[in-house]
Nanobody
């Protein structure tokens, strides 16, 4: 089992920045690929970013590419999502998720989920 706890969400004006953190505990964190997903009001949960267990490969959803950066510190069992140039359409609950094996971008392909952290971007 892996337990994930997100933090860092909040209210920010359009154009601003936030950094989300995802603290992991349980099984060896460095063995897992990590993904960030989000779910806006009335929307399906969607892929935001993902990274391989060693941090060498990263993937981004089209709407956040160039604005968001995923990173991880395996020594601290923590994954980060740096969000710059935030837009009102980025408003959502943000979740981190973990899976063993290779990185994937599908919601259904992740085994462990955090409880989410709310990000609200005002115009």
């Amino acid at each position: 089992q892996v337990q994930l706890v997100e933090s860092g969400g909040g209210l920010v004006q359009a154009g601003g920045s936030l950094r989300l953190s995802c603290a992991a505990s349980g099984r060896t964190f460095s063995n897992f690929a990590i993904g960030w997903f989000r779910q806006g009001p009335g929307k399906e949960r969607e892929f935001v970013a993902a990274q391989t267990w060693n941090g060498r490969m990263t993937y981004y959803g089209g709407s956040v590419k160039g604005r968001f950066t995923i990173s991880r510190d395996n020594a601290k069992n923590t994954v980060y999502l740096q969000m710059n140039g935030l837009k009102p359409e980025d408003t959502a609950v943000y979740y981190c998720a973990a899976r063993g094996g290779i990185v994937r971008v599908g919601v259904e392909e992740y085994d462990y989920w955090g409880q989410g952290t709310q990000v609200t971007v005002s115009s």
